[in-house]
Every structure is written in structure tokens, then in C-alpha cells.
């Protein structure tokens, strides 16, 4: 049977080894979750310098995106890749908020998170009828009409050039224009969408999913409605890409069309399936591989998509259940050679 692992969700854990289950103890759960935290929240005093330090907010802000399309590809089984239109959804519809209603970063931050939501639902309505292969070409062409509504949208999405937003501002003291308070900012909303995502996991909707994953039709002959429930997981998935949306908008303070492509959605499957779409930790642990690979080697952009789609054949046919899955083995091996 398959083995289970410390960073494997705690529900799923507990499967057998041989004969002997294999049972995590409660530090064992919460030691690798905390001490990510507080490498997290500890980075900015280690003074890795602005470059660093901006890479690392950017890493965050995309990995909210991830938790979401973790939840989608990982629980339910439905790839999507079409994240960064809905990224783009929430991150227009805080510039607009913010230049024609005076709305800031905590006042949009909802509205962006439920237009992402609703796109995706419409979205969702006809294409998760036809599912599979077919739902990915779906999502991929939604990346590009979104382009294409956003470079034709004239003053009221920026057209080509896109739309600039003021910085957060000083709010109960805290100044967010200084990059230190964006980043902690930025690194408490990622871990409430890990929070979230161990949530849903752990739920008895979280179960749904994954027995719609697991057996589709099973699930429809027991009086599961599938098809609501995978909506709904497209629209949960797509309130995660808003607030990743309007995260990105104000990091960066200036968004454009480009940015909101068919490249960045695939960019960000690729760090879904690279990290583990089933694992709490896997798409942190993705991000981190696809976003620092090329600083630690140096790599200009060509070589870096080179190593990425090298990486991610590798990944596929060594590991295909993600990085965070083989580390989990290795460390359930190293247990058990030590245990014995």
C-alpha cells in the first residue's frame, strides 16, 4: 500500500507501511508548517537585500493563486490553465475599483475576490460540462480572449499600456509603501490561503472532492451532484486567484495585459505540478523552485524555461505525485531505518 507522510494533509495519513501503519504524531504534523512561518515572517531581519526580498513577495502573491488551483487540480482532479486570467480578473478589478471609486487595497480586496469568483463560475457553467482535455483547452483560451478584451478595452482597462494604483499607504501606523511591511503583508495572506486550504482538505467537502476525483461516475451513483460540486471548487479556486489578483496589483503597482496571459497560466500549473498538487505544502514548495531556480543558477530567461520543462519531464516520470511527495518518501524511508 502506499506509504503516508508527515507532509501529506493529516487526514490523508495513516496509510499502511507493509504491514505496520504508519501514525504521525502531532509534532511530526505541525513542525514543518511552523517552521516554514517562521522563515517566512523571519526573512525580512536576515537582510537578504531588496532584490531577494522583492522575489521572494513576488513567490508569495503567486502561491496564494497556487493554493487555489491546488484545491481545484488536487482535490477535485480538474487541471485549469487559465489561473492568470483570473488572477488578472481580481487585479483589474482593483485598479478600476480603486480609480473610479476611491476604493483602497482592503475595501477592493472582496470585490476582487468575488468578480474572480463569479468569472470562474461562468466559466465553470459550460466547459466543467465537458471536463477533462477539454476543459484545459477551455481555460487556455480564456487566457487569451482575456488579453484580447483587456488590449481593446480603450480608457477603461488601460489597453495595451494597462493601469497604474498608488501604493497601499500607512494604515494603523504601519507604512505597506515600505517593501519589508508589503512583503510580511503579502507572506500573512499566503499562509491564511494554506490555512484555508488545510481547512477544505480536512472538510467533509474536501472528502466530496476527492471521491469525485477518485470516481467520478461512483460519485454520481451514491447522490453526489458532481457537477455543482465542481463548479463550486472552480469558484473557490477562482476567489484564491482574485486575492492573489489585487495582491499582484498593488505589489507591483502597475498591471498589464501580458501579464495575464496564456505563458503565466501555464507558469502557474507548472509550479502546481512541480511542488505537489496534494500535499499542504506543495505549491509553496513549487513556487520557490520556479521563481529562485534561476537566481541560485544564474540562469538567463531561455536556459531557465529550458530547465523548467526538463525539470518538470523529470518530475513526471520520477515523481508523480511532486517534489513534496518524494521528500515525504525519503523521509518516511529515513523513519523507518531509524525506527528499526
Given at each position: 500500500?502506499?506509504?503516508?507522510?508527515?507532509?501529506?494533509?493529516?487526514?490523508?495519513?495513516?496509510?499502511?507501511?507493509?504491514?505496520?501503519?504508519?501514525?504521525?504524531?502531532?509534532?511530526?504534523?505541525?513542525?514543518?508548517?511552523?517552521?516554514?512561518?517562521?522563515?517566512?515572517?523571519?526573512?525580512?531581519?536576515?537582510?537578504?537585500?531588496?532584490?531577494?526580498?522583492?522575489?521572494?513577495?513576488?513567490?508569495?502573491?503567486?502561491?496564494?493563486?497556487?493554493?487555489?488551483?491546488?484545491?481545484?487540480?488536487?482535490?477535485?482532479?480538474?487541471?485549469?490553465?487559465?489561473?492568470?486570467?483570473?488572477?488578472?480578473?481580481?487585479?483589474y478589478?482593483?485598479?478600476?475599483?480603486?480609480?473610479?471609486?476611491?476604493?483602497?487595497?482592503?475595501?477592493?480586496?472582496?470585490?476582487?475576490?468575488?468578480?474572480?469568483?463569479?468569472?470562474?463560475?461562468?466559466?465553470?457553467?459550460?466547459?466543467?460540462?465537458?471536463?477533462?482535455?477539454?476543459?484545459?483547452?477551455?481555460?487556455?483560451?480564456?487566457?487569451?480572449?482575456?488579453?484580447?478584451?483587456?488590449?481593446?478595452?480603450?480608457?477603461?482597462?488601460?489597453?495595451?499600456?494597462?493601469?497604474?494604483?498608488s501604493?497601499?499607504?500607512?494604515?494603523?501606523?504601519v507604512?505597506?509603501?515600505?517593501?519589508?511591511?508589503?512583503?510580511?503583508?503579502?507572506?500573512?495572506?499566503?499562509?491564511?490561503?494554506?490555512?484555508?486550504?488545510?481547512?477544505?482538505?480536512?472538510s467533509?467537502?474536501?472528502?466530496?472532492?476527492?471521491?469525485?476525483?477518485?470516481?467520478?461516475?461512483?460519485?454520481?451513483?451514491?447522490?453526489?451532484?458532481?457537477?455543482?460540486?465542481?463548479?463550486?471548487?472552480?469558484?473557490?479556486?477562482?476567489?484564491?486567484?482574485g486575492?492573489?489578483?489585487?495582491?499582484?496589483?498593488?505589489?507591483?503597482?502597475?498591471?498589464?495585459?501580458?501579464?495575464?496571459?496564456?505563458?503565466?497560466?501555464?507558469?502557474?500549473?507548472l509550479?502546481?505540478?512541480?511542488?505537489?498538487?496534494?500535499?499542504?505544502?506543495?505549491?509553496?514548495?513549487?513556487?520557490?523552485?520556479?521563481?529562485?531556480?534561476p537566481?541560485?543558477?544564474n540562469?538567463?530567461?531561455?536556459?531557465?524555461?529550458?530547465?523548467?520543462?526538463?525539470?518538470?519531464?523529470?518530475?513526471?516520470?520520477?515523481?508523480?505525485?511532486?517534489?513534496?511527495?518524494?521528500?515525504?518518501?525519503?523521509?518516511?524511508?529515513?523513519?523507518?531505518?531509524?525506527?528499526?
Open positions: 500500500m502506499a506509504e503516508t507522510s508527515t507532509l501529506q494533509h493529516p487526514r490523508e495519513a495513516g496509510e499502511a507501511v507493509g504491514t505496520a501503519p504508519v501514525r504521525l504524531t502531532l509534532i511530526e504534523r505541525l513542525a514543518l508548517p511552523v517552521i516554514v512561518a517562521v522563515v517566512l515572517f523571519g526573512l525580512p531581519w536576515l537582510h537578504p537585500g531588496y532584490r531577494i526580498l522583492s522575489l521572494a513577495a513576488s513567490t508569495c502573491v503567486s502561491v496564494v493563486a497556487l493554493y487555489g488551483l491546488a484545491i481545484l487540480f488536487g482535490q477535485a482532479g480538474i487541471m485549469s490553465v487559465g489561473h492568470a486570467a483570473l488572477m488578472g480578473v481580481g487585479a478589478a482593483g485598479a478600476i475599483l480603486a480609480r473610479d471609486a476611491g476604493l483602497g487595497f482592503f475595501t477592493a480586496l472582496p470585490a476582487a475576490a468575488l468578480f474572480s469568483a463569479l468569472v470562474a463560475g461562468l466559466v465553470g457553467l459550460p466547459a466543467l460540462r465537458v471536463g477533462g482535455h477539454h476543459f484545459v483547452i477551455i481555460t487556455f483560451a480564456l487566457c487569451g480572449l482575456f488579453t484580447i478584451i483587456l488590449t481593446n478595452g480603450g480608457t477603461f482597462t488601460g489597453s495595451a499600456t494597462g493601469l497604474d494604483v501604493p497601499i499607504g500607512t494604515i494603523l501606523g507604512n505597506f509603501g515600505r517593501l519589508q511591511n508589503l512583503y510580511l503583508l503579502v507572506v500573512a495572506f499566503m499562509l491564511a490561503s494554506m490555512g484555508v486550504t488545510h481547512l477544505i482538505m480536512a467533509r467537502y474536501g472528502r466530496t472532492l476527492r471521491a469525485i476525483r477518485e470516481n467520478e461516475v461512483l460519485a454520481q451513483a451514491i447522490g453526489i451532484n458532481t457537477g455543482l460540486h465542481k463548479i463550486i471548487a472552480f469558484m473557490v479556486s477562482g476567489a484564491f486567484a486575492v492573489a489578483g489585487i495582491l499582484q496589483l498593488y505589489f507591483l503597482q502597475h498591471i498589464s495585459p501580458d501579464l495575464y496571459g496564456a505563458f503565466p497560466s501555464v507558469y502557474i500549473a509550479m502546481v505540478m512541480l511542488g505537489g498538487p496534494r500535499r499542504l505544502l506543495g505549491p509553496l514548495v513549487g513556487a520557490g523552485i520556479v521563481s529562485f531556480l537566481e541560485v543558477l540562469l538567463d530567461p531561455i536556459d531557465a524555461r529550458i530547465a523548467y520543462g526538463v525539470g518538470l519531464i523529470v518530475v513526471i516520470l520520477a515523481l508523480p505525485g511532486g517534489v513534496m511527495a518524494g521528500l515525504a518518501s525519503l523521509y518516511l524511508a529515513l523513519r523507518r531505518r531509524i525506527v528499526r
